[in-house]
């Protein structure tokens, strides 16, 4: 098990959970970030931060910072 | 269309749109209402409401009121622009009736998601109507939806397939709507959890009287010290305090985390429906969208083109619109001087001439370059590429305390500052968003525009450079950058002085790229066009007309004015005329009659000279030529310098009265009283004046220069554009006496104070609403006024020591 935040672009995963309840946790569910689903790190912005995710058909854009939040179990 | 016949006892039916952001929700909600739509602001609080009728032929006396709701993924609620979302549609929203049927709006190629969204939506017991969108690009990705089944699990909610931005599938949307309008509240699955349940309950016993939905109280329960929580503390006091933390505990110590209660539920079940629905291939297919990303938001690639898109449209503001504000101006001056054929001299005709229309007019000129502004705009926030933008500079902001989300506030403030202000809601850390609306009245918005067009038209050279760039969209651009630059470093001090942030989120949804609908961006187009001229015939209009008066009265006669002047330059000839021929004989009384003959022969020479130059430079060659002469010459000289100053000055007469007239009305008075203090920027009393006239509105400025330069003009002479009255102004006194006012060092001061002031009172309102407090907005105008004043004091010192 591993941070979304400590992967690499181009691997993925699965959603396990979040490491705290807050608006950031909630606010990822809503988006789409559902413990169980696949999960793709797609790229870095410039300077590196912040990155970009695809969660099903989603894309979404978040800072390291809070992919710190979400627990990750590498595809093998 | 049927307002007369309107049945003024029945209530008006309310239908309310909602969905997530980017669904397309917006395009359905201008499908449906066409142009009947109006933008106004809901009761007491400043998010934009659109609103917009429709009628149907089974209710023919009837129209029903849509309302746009603002896109949220939640109905919890944490901002306050989501607050307004939620109890619009909990019906607990004061001044609003509750909505008789919701559509909502869902992205079917993001139906997981969306169905979290409706679950919630459900709870409201409102009868809902689902849209189904883009199930076209759906059925691209091979993703197949049983809408029967969908219809079924969801309680019976019709679903109806959209393919928005065809207006495909709006009809039967529309029929569903009006059909549920009689239905009755429905009601609703009691699926949350035991304690959750329970909780709802006692709360209801808590105030019975109070008539708060059921997805109303789960708002109260599981936003922790959200906006909902706040207001029911309000009403129920202390005895709700205690019982909500009650509750809470208990629901707590079952689930763990409060919210789990409700996430986990919501996200179980709409995984249910979720498989029960659809049918989908398992390989996620590279779509459009990624592969365009791959350039579009490439480390290097990605902010290049972001810029040079930046620098494309501003330099097809200018070049677009040239053709077309040629025909603007064109009409305004035919109507010009077909009013002053009409009547007669006067007030009257000096107001509607001079103010009313060289002041609306020369704002209306504008008009093409709004439209091209906002067309670019409209695309680039349909497409969506905005979020992209905010992605792609993110961390350039935040080290000077914004935030790629501060980005998109900023960027619809080059519109206007106002709808950028009122975009910040959807920044959730307070101090982050105070930052920016504290520095987004420095983005370069559309009021700017006409005044940096025409000093830019006028002063600044047309040249072009390997046939991409001209200067003159050079300067456009750099004045864009300034407005940036300025904000990055004031929101640098703001961070490190009064607003110590804390680290913000940046959460996003990245939405697939879409191709703009021409009718969605038409609208928006027309719009604000129609808010512009509104403007321009309002505001623009009754400041001219002050300005008018002001600059008019007190009025002194233009005919006795002249006729006094008229003498007083006869005087000064004749005066001339008798020294000379005392002179000359006391000058002469030693000279033979051959001398007194040559003499009189050289000084005819002097009859036929037009300049002032021409007549020293003959005297010059005469007297080194005829030495002995010397002292008669110089004579003949200065009379004939006399004579000449007096038919020059008897030419500019009108202009000189013109001059004096405006020089001596209240406006005159005012302006060279402030002179002094403007002058280390270049101006005139003109310009102060007109600076000054425009603190209300910046687009003034263009009404004021042209109705105090038309006043101040030569009125028989054929009417010359604003830009050739600004280039051929003058100083009229002081050391630099006869020199041109308007120099390139002039017109960039100029620009730079508008690039740097704030001179918009309705961004000064705006943001006295949004903080709550009277104190941003005096401080935004006293620090963007004194950045202002530095700002063109520098550029004008620095161009002006370089001899420009």
């Known amino acids: 098990m591993t941070f979304l935040d400590k992967m690499q672009p181009g691997q993925s995963g699965k959603v396990v959970g979040f490491t705290d309840d807050n608006r950031v946790s909630r606010r990822l569910l809503e988006l789409g970030v559902i413990p169980g689903r696949a999960i793709q790190y797609i790229r870095n912005a410039p300077l590196n931060d912040p990155m970009e995710i695809q969660v099903g058909h989603c894309c979404l854009s978040l800072r390291h910072a809070e992919a710190s939040l979400i627990t990750i179990e590498l595809d093998e | 269309m049927h307002q007369a016949t309107i049945d003024k ?50 209710l023919p006396n009837q129209s029903i009121q849509l309302i746009d709701i603002p896109g949220t993924y939640s109905l919890s609620a944490f901002t306050p622009d989501e607050f307004i979302a939620a109890s619009v549609l909990f019906g607990n929203f004061t001044k609003m009736d509750k909505p008789d049927v919701i559509i909502a709006i869902i992205d079917a190629t993001n139906l997981e998601r969306s169905l979290y969204f409706l679950l919630q939506v459900q709870q409201t017991g ?53 059909h549920l309008l009689n239905s009755d509240l429905r009601t609703v699955d009691k699926y949350y959890s035991h304690e959750t349940e329970n909780a709802v309950e006692e709360l209801i016993q808590l105030n019975p009287h109070e008539d708060r939905s059921r997805a109303h109280l789960l708002r109260i329960i599981f936003d922790a010290g959200g906006p909902a929580e706040e207001q029911f503390l309000q009403i129920e006091g202390e005895a709700g305090e205690k019982l909500l933390a009650e509750i809470r505990k208990k629901i707590i110590k079952e689930h763990s985390y409060l919210t789990h209660a409700e996430t986990s539920v919501l996200t179980k079940k709409s995984e249910e429906i979720f498989n029960q629905v659809i049918t989908k291939p398992d390989v996620a297919d590279k779509t459009n969208t990624e592969k365009v990303d791959r350039y579009l938001l490439h480390p290097v690639l990605g902010p290049i083109i972001l810029f040079g898109l930046m620098y494309f449209v501003f330099q097809s503001i200018f070049s677009w619109a040239e053709p077309f504000m040629g025909i603007i101006e064109q009409f305004f001056g035919m109507i010009a001087s077909s009013v002053e054929g009409m009547m007669a001299e006067g007030p009257l005709r000096s107001l509607l001439t001079d103010g009313v229309i060289g002041g609306v007019g020369g704002v209306l000129v504008f008009i093409p370059q709004i439209v091209i502004l906002f067309f670019f705009i409209a695309i680039l926030e349909d497409s969506g590429y905005m979020p992209r933008a905010a992605f792609l500079v993110d961390r350039m902001f935040r080290w000077c305390g914004l935030s790629g989300k501060s980005f998109i506030p900023m960027l619809s403030s080059f519109a ?4 950028g202000i009122m975009a910040t809601r959807t920044i959730e850390d307070k101090k982050l968003r105070f930052i920016t609306i504290m520095v987004a009245p420095l983005m370069t918005c559309s009021a700017r525009l006409p005044v940096y067009a025409i000093m830019i038209a006028a002063f600044v050279p047309y040249k072009s450079y390997f046939g991409i760039a001209n200067l003159q969209g050079l300067t456009l651009t750099l004045l864009y950058l300034l407005g940036i630059v300025v904000a990055v470093i004031v929101s640098f001090i703001l961070k490190k002085t009064i607003f110590k942030t804390e680290r913000g989120t940046f959460l996003m949804e990245m939405p697939s790229y879409k191709v703009p609908t021409a ?87 002097f009859t036929a000279v037009t300049s002032q130059e021409q007549l020293s430079s003959i005297a010059d060659s005469m007297i080194s030529l005829y030495p002995a002469y010397n002292e008669v010459i110089s004579l003949y000289k200065s009379h004939e310098f006399t004579k000449l100053e007096a038919s020059q000055a008897l030419n500019n007469l009108p202009n000189e009265v013109a001059g004096t007239q405006i020089r001596s009305s209240y406006l005159g008075k005012a302006g060279k009283t402030i002179e002094p203090f403007f002058e280390p920027l270049g101006w005139d009393w003109k310009i102060t004046v007109s600076v000054l006239a425009s603190f209300p509105a910046r687009e003034v400025i263009i009404a004021v220069l042209g109705t105090i330069y038309n006043l101040g003009s030569d009125i028989d002479e054929e009417s010359t554009s604003l830009i ?81």
């Open chain 2, 519 to 605: 009718k969605s961006v038409l609208i928006r187009v027309y719009n604000r066009v129609k808010h512009f001229v509104v403007r321009a015939g309002t505001v623009i209009m009754a400041i001219t007309i002050i300005i008018w008066a002001l600059s008019y009265y007190p009025h002194q006669d233009g005919e006795a004015l002249t006729a006094e002047r008229t003498e007083e330059i006869n005087q000064t000839i004749a005066l001339s005329e008798m020294n000379i021929d005392k002179e000359f004989n006391s000058l002469t009384t030693a000279f033979s009659e051959a001398q007194i003959a040559e003499v009189s022969r050289l000084a005819s020479a």
């Open chain 2, 416 to 419: 206007c500052a106002i709808p």
């Open chain 2, 126 to 178: 409102i009868p809902v109507v689902v849209g189904l969108n883009m199930s076209d690009l759906a059925a691209k990705k091979k993703i197949k939806i049983d809408r029967k089944k969908l219809s079924e699990l969801l309680g019976g909610m019709p679903v109806v397939d959209l393919i928005g931005n065809r207006g495909i599938g709006v009809d039967e949307l529309k029929e569903e709507a009006v």
């Open chain 2, 9 to 58: 006892t029945a209530k008006q039916k309310v239908v309310a749109i909602c969905g997530n952001p980017n669904c397309g929700k917006t395009t359905i909600f201008n499908y449906i209402t066409g142009l009947n739509q109006q933008v106004g602001n809901y009761p007491g609080v400043t998010v934009e409401k659109i609103s917009g009728k429709f009628s149907h032929p089974s």
């Open chain 2, 724 to 804: 050739d009255q600004m280039r051929q102004a003058t100083w009229e006194d002081g050391e630099k006496a006869g020199m041109k006012v308007f120099s390139i060092p002039v017109a960039i001061s100029i620009m730079v104070f508008f690039a740097l002031c704030c001179q918009c009172g309705a961004t000064l309102v705006t943001i006295k609403q949004e903080t709550k407090h009277w104190g941003y907005p005096i401080g935004v105008f006293v620090y963007m006024t004194t950045l202002a004043y530095l700002g063109s004091f520098a550029a004008y010192q620095i161009l002006t020591s370089v001899g420009l």
